[in-house]
T-cell receptor
Framework: NAGVTQTPKFQVLKTGQSMTLQCAQD?????MSWYRQDPGMGLRLIHY???????DQGEVPNGYNVSRSTTEDFPLRLLSAAPSQTSVYFC??????????????FGEGSRLTVL | DQQVKQNSPSLSVQEGRISILNCDYT??????FLWYKKYPAEGPTFLIS?????DKNEDGRFTVFLNKSAKHLSLHIVPSQPGDSAVYFC????????????FGSGTQLTVLP
């Protein structure tokens, strides 16, 4: 069981470059989301999706784009990377039942450094 | 404005003793509270949750207590084991079309053998 798979695990970008963090889940979960983790700040929600074709903003959406064309995939796009986007990014998914209590399944994370 | 606060960045406990991790919240709309555990280089994993209609939930060595009047919850681990050494995140959510979790900043628990 792969669960939630994130690629790449590590990435270094220069300011202004764009890139996409990939996230795929094989649990047929309706709900998917992206969080960033910064020191001393816990995890903060960037964007989330409750199903294919439906996305919404979280707490810190600026500078990021998402789309949900299939149930399995939820890529996160950085349009023009900035040093403030240096962080560890986690993708998470959940079923309709489990999300009612907030239970999420997380990927292993993608560490992004913007120079 | 942090709605979920974990004021202790770290905690060390002797193996076999009780570990108590604390969490405070400010938003009265939160109705579900969760604890996640995170090992280095891994994603957080769900540990235990509690609904606001309860004041205690137990799962094996892990018990979560909720004090709504004080807006405080705690996670008790008894007995603590070296494998419990990890970062523990408290999280809360409010009812809505899609629950958004608000996380605390985490507490690094170290269980000493």
């Amino acid at each position: 069981n792969a669960g939630v798979t994130q690629t790449p695990k590590f990435q270094v970008l220069k300011t202004g470059q764009s890139m996409t963090l990939q996230c795929a889940q094989d649990m047929n979960h309706e709900y998917m989301s992206w969080y960033r983790q910064d020191p001393g700040m816990g995890l903060r929600l960037i964007h989330y999706s409750v199903g294919a074709g439906i996305t919404d903003q979280g707490e810190v959406p600026n500078g990021y784009n998402v789309s949900r064309s299939t149930t399995e995939d939820f890529p996160l796009r950085l349009l023009s990377a900035a040093p403030s986007q240096t962080s560890v990014y986690f993708c998470a998914s959940s079923s309709t039942n489990r999300i009612n209590t907030g239970e999420l399944f997380f990927g292993e994370g993608s560490r992004l450094t913007v120079l | 404005d942090q709605q979920v606060k974990q004021n202790s960045p770290s905690l060390s406990v002797q193996e076999g003793r009780i570990s108590i991790l604390n969490c405070d919240y400010t938003n009265s709309m939160f109705d579900y509270f969760l604890w996640y555990k995170k090992y280095p280089a891994e994603g957080p994993t769900f540990l235990i949750s509690i609904s606001s209609i309860k004041d205690k939930n137990e799962d094996g060595r892990f018990t979560v207590f909720l004090n709504k009047s004080a807006k405080h919850l705690s996670l008790h681990i008894v007995p603590s084991q070296p494998g419990d050494s990890a970062v523990y995140f408290c999280a809360a959510s409010a009812a809505g079309s899609a629950r958004q979790l608000t996380f605390g900043s985490g507490t690094q628990l170290t269980v000493l053998p």
